[in-house]
Structures are given as structure tokens and as C-alpha cells.
DNA sequence: GTGGTCGATATTTTT
DNA sequence: TATCGACCAC
């Protein structure tokens, strides 16, 4: 099988050979497959090379920030291929975000060479495992079509448990003992591997209900996020010649941020590495940042122990920030004493030194921050360029510093975006929506049956709900089913009883409408151990096999629902439409329209409310990339993908953890401040390993930022209502001194920044020196904020007022704010507008971010 | 079964 | 300070 190479092709053309030798070459062609092109290689460092060509046995690559990772991974898939060490399809490739898996495939794809097939193996832990699990669910007594829980379904479960357990759902929460399972999970031990001491926390029932958690998921056909791994580390433990199969099928394997992985992940390498070794891990120690999660660090600094003779390669060339931010991470990260050690370089000289600035209180540091933002986005600030407000992020420690900021920039009519928040799979009208997904796709789906049967409010309350699930308990059928029963021996009453009633005919009249049914053939060499590869003792009965191609879970792949007859579609067997299906989405907006869910929202006066709809028709779009709801479910269950195409330049606030992975040109950190950064509750509870994890934030903080990065800390600081005197973080005196400029604060009521003066730092400071919070307290601008401040007594920030262009409000006019909700405008101030909210209290705000009342789900950002 | 009030509570977050 | 959950009153 020849194929076409682009590489050659280029190649060919560039040097025009001769017609001898093109007929040659030709020849050779013919004799011995194209000459492959290895131009993957040529952009790459030493280091970077070596970590490709070293394709063999267990590779370690500490790369740290900014040090082309990525492409490095990716170059050596390529090499993986162009060798002929392995087909792509023999490649596995593990990260742990959906953000990271699909990053890998696009750069794949920018990686100049080509693919004969896609890399089919290249995602998430918890996506592969799923797959590998719908394959052998049985081995742990699973039926293949399982549901994956979220964590909200889990929580109720556990909440049902508890309460039967006769324990004070108040003084253990069902929360803790989640918490709790999953840590067990992420350490693999199933129920009966957790030791006796720390099985009896929780009230002594903690093993005991993680056990019935265990059978109660098994009876609902389901698995939480932890057993999509476990269970797989399991079944491997328990089926040496299936995983000899799967050893002998993923030739190499490639491990994006080892410094994440937990117990479970490490297990599950472990062993399908376990044949040839052939195992590549990348991660920087320096950037461990989830160890509160279950990552274990000892993970990456054990590698060299657990897999004797692995070469280490160090990326250490930066090719991010400029040497300022590099020297200021570097400086701040030494602090630390368990690292594998990395120096960070670069080839750069120019740039901007770290800004250090003090404020008198988080607003001010706020405002401070948006007058930046608008000195930068204008370009008006000295030696620096213009910048895109997508330039811009603002990193913080806790969510709840995001407040300060978002109430600034929406009252000088700042565009921004926060990125973290509740994920749309996690909003309510989606799951909402979805268990009716869930509940039509699977009838026996209990908890999806749970979630929906009020909602919207059909009269059936606590007492309903209970003699339904006595009913079905007692019956030993699923809700649905139990439901029936209810309604037919008339254990229900009134409202609840036509309310049920209804809601059951529904169902299965939508379930009869869910298709298509299609048997589509799973691709040629999609899976490992079709045909050739598979072992006759596991080879998937046809039955089981038909489970997996009507419900549609090689869906990602499957061809689309009402395939047209073209001819790759000869390949579809067996093709059997019943006239009366309707396509998935159309379903799926009769199931939202005929449950009267969609008419709840309508309905509904909250802010929220047109926002929901807005989702809800978002979450019908994304139907369209799938060919039936089971495929998707299965999507979201996996995938959080927020991307929801936003429009326009904006600010990025987000949390130092989320900002993982991500580069901007300007980088704000504000709220370095002992306490909240680094968390007092982090060294509480884990002391000094606490401590260097919150160090190691820092670092990825200032890592984050590629031309200007400027670290802030507040002197007061409101904390849950009480305003609290902070100090400066000790991170703060870590930073090395010749690299950082300290600005001068512009203090209360200041109104004029004053221009950006390098605060000189007194002779004796050498290159080593460290910057110190005394530099901040001995300039001159922060001895005058504190006067000023003295004098104006209790901390609080000014109000400026912007005056921008435009719209046009009365006194009394009825408006809507996106996150507000509806108000009535009491003052007009310019197009400064204040207006009393009828539920978020009176807010003044750019005249631009609200709409007149009737004109709600249709307000900028 | 729904709506209101009161009190406890308060990182980081992926799948 | 703000939110969430539990409990109580209609």
C-alpha cells in the first residue's frame, strides 16, 4: 500500500530533478515505499530532538513552561510513524483534559508530515478507560451501555445511602464522604483494599458505604468518574492475557503532565506499559499544582526507580517570556526543596522587568488594575505596545477574588470574561435536559428519572417519590417502572398521580422515537482485536456487539444518522430505518417542548432565566456533531467543553489553577497576600508540602505571562465581610530584585496614577538579591497612600467616573442586566446609570451593559 | 408541595 | 458578606 507523501511531493518539486531521475526514483518507489520525509525534525532544539529520536524503552521529558512541549509530543508521534515503529493506531497517547487531547490532534495536524489514519488512541484517562470499559464491562459485572455519573448524581446517591445508614446527614455530609470515595478511587482501592482505620472515618460507616456505593452503582448499570479507571486497573490486574493483548497493541505510549497523574493513573500506565516499556513521560515537577486532588508529585520524581534505565531529557529553552518573568519565576521556585531541578532560558534579551505594586484595599487594587487594562489596551503606556483585550488575563487564587474585579470592569464597561465558573454540562437546565436524554435513551436510568419527575412541577413531592421507589424496591424494577405500577395499582393521588401518568407516556412514546437504530460497521482497525488481533475467547459475541452499534457508542466515529448513498456507505450493513423515527434533535426539541421544560423557562422571571434558554439551545446545537443521543451523552458525560463561540475582545479573569497550560502576552496577579496566596488553608493541612504547592502556583503564574507581568497585593482586604489588614506574601520576597520594577502605588482617592517609576533599589542589592516587601512599605508612593489613607480614615475605594458615549434611559425605565436581572433606573449620571434590581439590590453601571426590559436575552456579555 | 426564613459556612477543579 | 441548605409554616 503506497501512499501519497506531501513531504516528498514538496521535495520533489522543490529540487526538479531529472526525468532519469524521476523515473529513478520512481522505481525505488515502486521497489521500497517512498523515502519518508523527516522535516518534523528541523525545527526542533537539541533537547527537544533528542526527546523524539529517543523512541525506545522509558523516556522521561521534564519540559518546563513554555519550552514546546506539545510539539516535541507531538514530533515524536510523527517520528513514531515515519520510522514505521508503529502505526497510529498502535499509539496511545494519554492527557487530562479534553483541552489538552484536543490540542495534541491539531498540532498533530500542523506537525508537517502525514498521517496514514488518524491517531485513534489519543485522549483523556477517563475517555480511554470508558472506551476500554464499554469493551469489557462484564469483567466487573457491568452491562456495556453504563451510564457515567457526575458528581451531582453521585452526591444524591450517597445522600440516599446515608440517610438509610440511620446517620446525621448534618454532621456528615454527603459531600465528605464523596470526597472521601474519590480519594480512595484515586489511590485504586476498591472497598475492601481500604484500611481499617480509615474505613471507619465517617462515623465509622466510611468502607461500608463506599461497599454499598459500589453494589448500589452496579444494580444502576452506572460508574462514577473514579471507577472508569479503577475498574479498567481491575480488570487488567485480574486478566493478565487481555492485557498482555492491549500491551502487545498499544506499541508506545506517550503521557502528557505526568506531574498530575494520581495512584489510579499510575497503576493503569504501569501496566499496559508493563511489556515493552515503551512508556513517554512529559511533565514538569515544578508545575504540580493538583496535588490536593490526589496527584501524586512522587509520581514524576520516582520515574527514573520505576522504570530502570529511562533517559531523562530536560527541556530548559523557553521560548515565552522574556527574561525578566523568566528570572522572576526561577527565583521564586528555587524556594522549594523537593524538585527534580530545571533552570529556564531563553535566547531573549529585551523586555519588560516584573511590576510590583502595593494597594491600600482589593478595590483599589481593582481599579488600579482596570486603569492598567485601559493604559495597555490604548497604548498609551511608555516603552510598551498596544494590546488586544484577549491579551489580557488576570489570574487569582481563590474564585471569590474575582468579584472585585468583574464589579470594576462592569462599571467602567470593561469586557471581560471569567472562565471557570460552573461548566455548562454542570448548569441545571443542561442536566435537567440531559437526564431527560438519559431517561429516554435508557429507561432504566434511575437517577435521570429522579432528577426530571418535577420538574417542571408535575405535584409529585417527597412522599410521591418515595412510594415510587418503595414500589419499584419492593417490585425489584427500575423507577420508571415502578412508577407504572404506582399509577396503575393507584398508589398515587391526584395531581401527582395524572402528573406521573403523563410523564410516563411521554417517555416511552419519545423512547419509541429514538433512533436511529442504525448497525453501522465500525471502521477497519478502529478498535485493537478485530479480527486478527482478537483472541477467539474474547471476541466480543455478536449480541453484545449489536448492543454497542444500535445505541450508537462508536458513535465519534460512526457515519451520520441518515447516511446518504454514496458509496463509502456500502460499507453500512444492514441499514434498517422504521419511517416513523425522527432525527435525534428533532427529538430532542419535542422532548424539551412536549415536557413543558422549555415552557418553564419561558415562564420563569429570574435573571437567569433567559440565559437558561439561551444553554438549552446551545446544548440542541451540539446535538449536530452527533449521530444519536447515546453517542452524545456519552460526549458530555466526558467533556466539558465551554467553548460557546463568544464574540468580541475581552479581559480573561480566571483562577491561577485554570490558567494551567495557557500563555498571555500581559498577565496580571493580584492578591499576593499571606493568607490568601499562599492559602492559609493549604498550610494548615498540608504544611510545608502545602506550602511549595502553593509556590509551585506562583510559578505557574508568572510562567503564564510572555511580555508583561505584574504581581499586586492589597493592604486590606474585605474578608468574608470583615475587613482584614494583610500582609505581603512571602512569594513577594522571593522575587529577585534586579528584575522587578516596583511601581508606586496610587492610594486612595489618588484618581491620577503617576507615571511608571522604576523604584530604585538601594546600592548594596546584588543580581542574587531578593525584592521585599520593604522595597513596597519604603517607597515614597506607598507612604504617601498610607497618609492619605490616615486621613481619610476606613479603607474604601473612590468611584471614577467614566464618561462613554451613548444610551439613552429614562428615570423609572424597566432594565435588564445579564447578571442582575431586572431593575428600574433611579439615577442617570452621564451614561452612568444607578438601578435598583429588583433581587441583586442597586447597582451603578455603564449605561452599554443593560437593555430595556423587554428586550432581555439579548444584553452584551 | 411550595415558599419563606434562619443559621451555618466559607480554596484550588478535571473527568 | 453572600450563598446554600434545612426546617417550618401555609
Given at each position: 500500500m503506497s501512499s501519497f507523501n506531501e513531504d516528498d511531493a514538496f521535495e520533489a518539486a522543490v529540487s526538479r530533478p531529472s526525468l532519469s531521475q524521476l523515473a529513478m526514483q520512481g522505481a525505488r518507489e515502486a521497489a521500497f515505499g517512498a523515502p519518508k520525509s523527516?522535516?518534523?525534525?528541523?525545527?526542533?532544539n537539541p533537547a527537544q530532538r533528542e526527546a523524539v529520536e529517543a523512541l525506545e524503552g522509558p523516556v522521561l521529558i521534564l519540559a518546563g513552561a513554555g519550552t514546546g512541549k506539545t510539539k516535541t509530543l507531538m514530533a515524536r508521534v510523527a517520528h513514531l510513524i515515519t520510522t514505521d515503529s508503529a502505526r497510529e493506531n498502535e499509539i496511545l497517547a494519554v492527557t487530562f483534559t479534553n483541552k489538552a487531547a484536543k490540542e495534541m490532534q491539531d498540532r498533530l495536524r500542523r506537525t508537517p508530515f502525514s498521517l496514514n489514519e488518524p491517531v485513534r488512541w489519543m485522549g483523556t484517562f477517563h475517555s480511554i478507560s470508558a472506551k476500554l470499559l464499554r469493551r469489557h464491562a462484564e469483567l466487573v459485572g457491568?452491562?456495556?451501555?453504563f451510564t457515567i455519573l457526575d458528581t451531582d448524581d453521585t452526591i444524591r446517591l450517597l445522600k440516599q445511602l446515608i440517610s438509610a445508614a440511620g446517620i446525621d446527614e448534618k454532621r456528615w455530609p454527603a459531600r465528605q464522604l464523596a470526597g472521601m470515595i474519590d480519594s480512595w478511587k484515586n489511590r485504586a482501592l476498591t472497598p475492601s483494599a481500604v484500611s481499617g482505620g480509615e474505613g471507619s472515618e465517617f462515623n465509622g460507616m466510611g468502607v461500608k458505604l463506599y461497599a454499598q456505593y459500589q453494589e448500589r452503582l452496579l444494580t444502576l448499570n452506572a460508574v462514577d468518574f473514579g471507577d472508569l479507571l479503577l475498574h479498567m486497573v481491575v480488570i487488567f490486574q485480574k486478566h493478565p492475557d487481555l492485557l498482555a493483548q492491549y500491551q502487545r497493541w498499544f506499541k508506545y505510549i506517550l503521557v502528557d503532565?505526568?506531574?498530575?497523574?494520581n495512584v489510579a493513573q499510575y497503576l493503569w500506565l504501569r501496566l499496559l506499559a508493563g511489556g515493552h516499556k515503551n512508556i513517554c513521560c512529559v511533565g514538569d515537577d515544578d508545575q504540580s499544582i493538583y496535588g490536593w486532588r490526589g496527584a501524586e508529585v512522587g509520581n514524576i520524581l520516582r520515574f527514573e526507580k520505576d522504570f530502570p534505565g529511562a533517559k531523562v531529557v530536560r527541556?530548559?529553552?523557553?521560548?515565552?517570556?522574556t527574561p525578566h518573568i523568566l528570572a522572576a519565576a526561577s527565583s521564586v521556585i528555587a524556594g522549594n526543596k523537593d524538585r527534580l531541578g530545571k533552570e529556564l532560558w531563553t535566547s531573549e534579551t529585551e523586555g519588560e522587568k516584573v511590576r510590583l505594586i502595593g494597594h491600600w484595599d482589593g478595590e483599589e487594587e481593582a481599579r488600579w488594575v482596570g486603569e492598567e487594562i485601559e493604559a495597555l489596551h490604548g497604548g498609551t503606556r511608555a516603552r510598551l505596545r498596544k494590546y488586544s483585550l484577549d491579551d489580557i488575563a488576570i489570574l487569582v487564587r481563590a474564585s471569590h477574588q474575582m468579584r472585585a474585579f468583574e464589579d470594576r470592569f462592569l462599571s467602567i464597561g470593561l469586557p471581560y470574561r471569567v472562565i471557570g465558573g460552573p461548566r455548562f454540562y454542570e448548569r441545571m437546565e443542561i442536566r435537567d435536559a440531559m437526564a431527560y436524554f438519559r431517561i429516554v435513551t435508557q429507561l432504566e436510568d434511575d437517577l435521570a428519572f429522579e432528577r426530571i419527575i418535577n420538574t417542571p412541577k408535575r405535584g409529585v413531592g417527597d412522599k410521591a417519590l418515595q412510594d415510587i421507589q418503595i414500589t419499584a424496591r419492593s417490585n425489584g424494577v427500575s423507577l420508571l417502572e415502578g412508577a407504572k405500577i404506582a399509577v396503575d395499582e393507584g398508589l398515587l393521588k391526584g395531581k401527582a398521580r395524572s402528573g406521573v401518568a403523563q410523564l410516563i407516556a411521554d417517555i416511552e412514546r419519545w423512547s419509541s422515537l429514538n433512533g436511529p437504530r442504525i448497525r453501522y460497521a465500525v471502521e477497519e482497525d478502529d478498535e485493537p482485536f478485530e479480527e486478527d488481533v482478537l483472541f477467539e475467547d474474547e471476541r466480543t459475541s455478536d449480541d453484545e456487539l449489536s448492543v454497542f452499534e444500535d445505541i450508537g457508542y462508536f458513535g465519534e466515529r460512526a457515519r451520520p444518522a441518515r447516511p446518504k448513498l454514496e458509496e463509502e456507505d456500502a460499507l453500512v450493513e444492514d441499514v434498517a430505518y422504521d419511517p416513523a423515527e425522527i432525527g435525534h434533535i428533532e427529538l430532542a426539541e419535542k422532548i424539551l417542548d412536549e415536557s413543558g421544560y422549555t415552557a418553564m423557562w419561558q415562564n420563569d422571571k429570574s435573571p437567569e432565566a433567559p440565559g437558561r434558554l439561551e444553554n438549552l439551545k446551545e446544548l440542541i446545537k451540539a446535538l449536530e456533531q452527533f449521530d444519536n443521543l447515546a453517542g452524545f451523552l456519552e460526549h458530555v458525560a466526558l467533556i466539558m467543553d465551554n467553548d460557546s463561540g463568544e464574540d468580541g475582545e475581552k479581559v480573561t479573569i480566571m483562577t491561577l489553577h485554570g490558567a494551567k497550560g495557557l500563555e498571555f502576552p500581559v498577565v496580571f496577579l493580584p492578591g499576593w497576600e499571606e493568607g490568601l496566596f499562599p492559602s492559609q488553608r493549604s498550610m494548615d493541612e498540608n504544611g510545608t508540602k502545602g506550602l511549595e504547592e502553593e509556590r509551585r502556583l506562583a510559578y505557574v503564574g508568572i510562567t503564564r505571562a510572555e511580555e508583561l507581568c505584574t504581581i499586586s497585593f492589597a493592604a486590606n482586604r474585605r474578608v468574608y465581610g470583615q475587613w482584614q489588614s494583610q500582609l505581603a506574601s512571602r512569594f513577594i520576597d522571593e522575587l529577585p530584585v534586579d528584575h522587578v520594577d516596583v511601581e508606586t502605588p496610587s492610594g486612595l482617592y489618588g484618581g491620577q496614577r503617576s507615571p511608571a517609576t522604576s523604584y530604585e533599589a538601594s546600592p548594596s542589592t546584588s543580581f542574587e538579591q531578593r525584592a521585599s516587601k520593604a522595597d513596597v512599605y519604603n517607597s515614597p508612593g506607598w507612604k504617601r497612600m498610607q497618609d492619605r489613607a490616615q486621613r481619610a480614615g476606613s479603607p474604601r475605594s473612590p468611584v471614577t467616573i467614566d464618561m462613554k458615549a451613548n444610551a439613552s434611559f429614562t428615570l423609572g425605565d424597566r432594565v435588564f442586566h445579564k447578571k442582575f436581572g431586572y431593575g428600574e433606573v433611579m439615577e442617570i449620571e452621564g451614561d452612568k446609570l444607578a438601578i435598583e434590581f429588583d433581587r441583586a439590590g442597586t447597582k451603578k453601571l455603564v449605561a452599554g451593559f443593560v437593555v430595556p426590559a423587554d428586550q432581555a436575552g439579548d444584553v452584551p456579555f
Open positions: 523527516t522535516k518534523y525534525l528541523d525545527d526542533l457491568l452491562k456495556s451501555n503532565e505526568y506531574q498530575d497523574t527541556l530548559e529553552q523557553n521560548y515565552r517570556s
